[in-house]
Nanobody
Framework: QVQLVESGGGLVQPGGSLRLSCAASGRIFSINAMGWYRQAPGKQRELVATITKSGSTNYADSVKGRFTISRDDAKNTVYLQMNSLKPEDTAVYYC???????????????WGQGTQVTVSS
């Protein structure tokens, strides 16, 4: 089995920073793309940022210049550094990864349980 566990969420004032982490564990042969998504109350889940195995990144327009995604393949971990946070960044943040459990298995999509980020004064 594979698990993704997020950490680092919390309450922060506007203009503040948070760093989210997501660690994959279990039976892992390889991890392809990893990413962060978020879902605000009453809204659909939306992409925040993704990073490929080679390190190419993609960001939602709303977070460009403020958020940075990175990964540490030795730790099977993806990070999201969030700076200059705004109230509209308030949401549950989910990590996602494409993981192959064995050489013979196809890649499957895995999700974390989510971590709450609240930006408020």
């Amino acid at each position: 089995q594979v698990q993704l566990v997020e950490s680092g969420g919390g309450l922060v004032q506007p203009g503040g920073s948070l760093r989210l982490s997501c660690a994959a564990s279990g039976r892992i042969f390889s991890i392809n793309a990893m990413g962060w998504y978020r879902q605000a109350p009453g809204k659909q889940r939306e992409l925040v940022a993704t990073i490929t195995k080679s390190g190419s990144t993609n960001y939602a327009d709303s977070v460009k210049g403020r958020f940075t995604i990175s990964r540490d393949d030795a730790k099977n971990t993806v990070y999201l550094q969030m700076n200059s946070l705004k109230p509209e960044d308030t949401a549950v943040y989910y990590c996602n990864a494409g993981i192959r459990m064995t050489f013979l298995r196809q890649e499957s999509d895995y999700w974390g349980q989510g971590t709450q980020v609240t930006v408020s004064s």
